[in-house]
């Protein structure tokens, strides 16, 4: 156990878990549960954690003025890193073209539509938390975010007499990293199992039934993360080889689970100890889950256009922006919950008049395009800290 | 006059009032709801304090592993006592035969939750969430991680374990304050118990009742008082300490309600606090004795109602499955109904007479929550007994310090 990284044993529970799937399916459906104990337990990490770093960080950061100028360095670095995403998406599709020559069957779509895309103020109010308990009873994370921030700021403003309160958070986030630690033993069972159900239930035939899209979409995101985010490693002087040894452990987390919050606090603790100072890592991670969701982005992109072309209706380019844009607008603050890019795809595409049976298609293979769309996310949001703190002139010198 | 001599002047009193006057005794239902809501907001931070503050100062892990296997041994050797008693009153009395109930009840409830779904709800998704809905296992679950993360991270961790150790010493102080309400609590559920008229059902279904409450007093007699005698835990001291816990539970059928003040008095007993921490928990959740041997009887007497045959082979395998099955039944609400549900379906007993046993039930629960609380005051007890700790009776001659005589 000691020889093998955490990483070796992942892709051991992932080949396990896909060997299991293919040979005794019903067997591996049963597995479940335990991907959902691994699952629950990583969630009951993500309040405790970012209270700790958000709190200890910004006070310890110092001023609100510096959290300010990081917010909207943050909010530029996403747009710009998003947009790319949906450009890339609309090329890829309008390139391959994949849904052409479909014929769509006119059944099960109701069930993937019934669900309604909240509405942008009601997105906005909901970014704040009326009560920090109940936000963090629920996983809010956008909420707990804009608590701790105030209160961060608070302590920092007050100084002196909010030192047991910033001392009790340096030592709940060091705990909680500690904790974290302790639930990824439990993470090649659970990417397992993970797997295993995914494939048990699904099939191998996902694959190849839409295979031109799955392989549209794949292509896309891989060109995306070497030409886009390569680009921008380069630009930013980040540190490759060690970018890639931080981010690989959540990459195939988020990978095999299709969850980016289960991801979520080791991709905080590696970034940490990657270089990004606490206060950054705190701040532009979690809302990075809700603002910079590069593949997520990619994916809407490409599958929203996707459904036209299947049900053989033709968009202009003009059409199809303003529909990334609704969709842009529509998809943030849902991150973390399996399967909620398919929901606000289908009232994205209700509200343009465009067939629902496409949703009905895209949703047999969303379990295989959630996982590649989630990695992709989570990539994102550690290589966004990166950025951050190299823009903010940080050195990124490796911690213990 | 003290607040044990109070509370069981309450209960009289309630008992009278609610055979005197059962119209206005159920008005009160409001004083013991009060009562409940103030010791059920006492557990989460109680719990969450004591463990964390339990496993992060024991020092080694090593100390908190043997408290805890030691416990766990102790919790499944207590199952297999209560089961086989259990399987013993189901035999002797019979109490579902004659009964023939198949067919009499249709649309029984049959409650939502899956084997999956518990074992999924067993772990924390958000500790506040586990908080809010007094999720105990969940508690459970995240404090002995933290704790031991706390351990990990060491000396760094001090500000969040000095915190939680001030919790824990304040709410053994509020679960105090909220005791002096207990008189008033406890009285009005006797009232409201009694006015309901719950006690009819002891002539329709005296059998059962005699089957469950002979086992459990069996249970007492010839395993947990030979069990103190053996470990020389001081018999009559213990009584005392448990008097006022075992009042709550009694009356308030509600496990978890005497749990802040059995703590306070098994502290006051002389168990140590570390030992406490762990052990009171992990009873809480694993050392259900009562409940184990009321979902087994329940099994037997719900086949023998509708005239299902159980042959010893079948017995042994439905006692094997409960073994394990019977860990965790304080996870959830209405738990102790699933796992009978699961049991009879797995083995196609029809479920009719399952309407007869709810009838029951608010008699038979009284008895059964005592039981598991007495067990869980034991536990520790014997525990620091095997850990070393010796129970001087001079030390606590009575239960009432003096801060409780007021």
């Not at chain 2, 592993?65 to 259990?86: C, E, H, N």
């Not at chain 2, 002389?270 to 979902?295: E, K």
């Amino acid at each position: 156990m000691r020889r093998l990284s955490l990483t070796a044993w992942i892709f051991i529970g992932m080949a396990t878990g896909i060997a299991l799937g293919t040979a005794a399916p019903d067997l591996a459906r049963q597995l479940a549960p335990v991907s959902a104990i691994f699952l629950r337990l990583i969630k009951s990490i993500i309040a405790p954690l970012l209270f700790g770093t958000l709190v200890a960080g910004i006070a310890g950061s110092g001023s609100v003025k510096a959290m300010g100028r990081i917010g909207l360095k943050s909010i530029v670095y996403f747009e710009i890193v998003t947009t790319l995403a949906l450009i890339l998406g609309l090329t890829a599709v309008n390139v391959t073209r994949p849904g052409e020559g479909m014929t769509l069957e006119r059944t099960a779509a109701e069930a993937a539509v019934s669900a309604k895309p909240p509405e942008l103020a009601a997105i906005l109010e909901h970014t704040f938390p009326s009560s920090v308990i109940d936000s963090m009873a629920k996983g809010e994370v956008l909420q707990i975010v804009v608590f701790c921030f105030l209160f961060g700021a608070a302590c920092a403003s007050i100084g002196e007499k909010a030192r047991p309160v910033v001392e009790f958070a340096e030592s709940l986030a060091e705990i909680m990293f500690r904790y974290t630690k302790y639930v990824m033993y439990l993470a090649p069972i659970g990417v397992g199992a993970a797997i295993a159900v995914t494939i048990g239930s699904k099939g191998f035939a996902v694959l190849f039934g839409l295979g031109k899209l799955i392989l549209t979409m794949y292509v896309a995101q891989v060109i995306f993360v070497v030409f886009v985010l390569g680009a921008v490693i380069m630009i930013a002087r980040i540190p490759l080889r060690r970018f890639i040894e931080a981010v690989e452990e959540p990459f195939l987390i988020a990978f095999s689970t299709a969850s980016s919050e289960a991801a979520l606090p080791l991709a905080m603790e590696n970034m940490e100890r990657f270089g990004v100072p606490k206060h950054i890592v705190g701040f532009v991670m979690p809302t990075g889950y809700s603002f910079n969701l590069d593949g997520t982005t990619l994916y809407l992109s490409l599958a929203s256009v996707f459904v036209a072309q299947a049900a053989g209706v033709q968009l202009t380019i003009g059409q199809q922006v303003i529909m990334m844009l609704t969709l842009m607008l529509t998809s943030k603050g849902v991150a973390g919950v399996p399967r909620a890019a398919l929901v606000i795809l289908a009232g994205t595409l209700a509200s343009f008049q465009l067939p629902m049976e496409g949703v009905a298609v895209l949703l047999g293979i969303d379990a295989v395009m959630d996982m590649a769309r989630t990695s992709v996310n989570v990539l994102g949001n550690c290589l966004a800290t990166a950025v951050i703190a190299r823009w903010e002139g940080h050195a990124l010198t490796p911690q213990p | 006059m003290t607040l044990t001599s109070a509370i069981f002047l309450a209960m009289a009193a309630g008992t009278a009032l609610g055979l005197v006057a059962p119209g206005f005794a159920l008005q009160l239902s409001p004083l013991t709801a009060i009562f409940l809501r103030l010791v059920q907001s006492i557990i989460a931070p109680l719990i969450l304090g004591g463990l964390i503050t339990g496993i992060a100062t024991a020092g080694s892990g090593k100390a908190i592993g043997r408290i805890g296997l030691k416990s766990l041994v102790y919790f499944q050797i207590v199952t297999v006592v209560v089961l086989l008693l259990a399987l013993a009153a189901g035999n002797l009395f019979r109490p579902g035969d004659g009964l023939h109930m198949r067919g009499a009840a249709a649309g029984v409830e049959t409650p939502q939750i899956t084997w999956q779904a518990m074992l999924e709800q067993s772990v924390p998704a958000s500790v506040f969430d586990a908080m809010a809905q007094g999720q105990m296992l969940q508690l459970v679950v995240f404090a002995a991680l933290f704790g031991m993360a706390c351990v990990g991270v060491g000396e760094r961790a001090q500000p969040v374990v000095r915190f939680f150790a001030a919790v824990n010493d304040l709410m053994f102080r509020y679960t105090h304050y909220v005791m002096y309400v207990a008189p008033l609590g406890i009285g009005a559920a006797m009232a409201t118990t009694i006015a309901r008229g719950g006690w009819s059902v002891f002539s329709n279904f005296g059998r059962l009742i005699a089957a469950e409450y002979s086992a459990l007093a069996a249970l007492l007699l010839l395993f947990y008082l030979p069990l103190m005698l053996a470990a020389r835990i001081p018999v009559l001291p213990f009584l005392a300490a448990i008097r006022e816990p075992f009042a709550i539970a009694f009356a308030t059928t509600a496990s978890g309600a005497a749990l802040p003040v059995a703590f306070e008095k098994m502290e006051a007993f002389g168990v140590p606090r570390p030992v406490l921490n762990l052990v009171m928990p992990l009873g809480f959740c694993f050392n259900t004795a009562g409940s184990s041997l009321h979902i087994l009887l329940s099994c037997l007497f719900l086949a023998q109602a509708v005239d299902f045959h159980f042959d010893a082979a079948n017995q042994w395998a439905m006692f094997a499955v409960l073994l394990v099955m019977t860990k965790g039944v304080a996870a959830l609400p209405r738990t102790t109904l699933v796992v009978i549900i699961g049991i009879l379906n797995a083995w196609g007993v029809p479920l009719d007479a399952l309407p007869v046993l709810l009838g029951v039930d608010a008699v038979l629960d009284m008895f059964r929550t005592s039981v598991n609380l007495i067990g869980n005051c034991l536990a520790p007890a014997l525990i620091a007994r095997i850990e070393g700790v010796s129970f001087v009776p001079a030390l606590s001659p009575t239960p009432e310090t003096p801060a409780q005589t007021r």
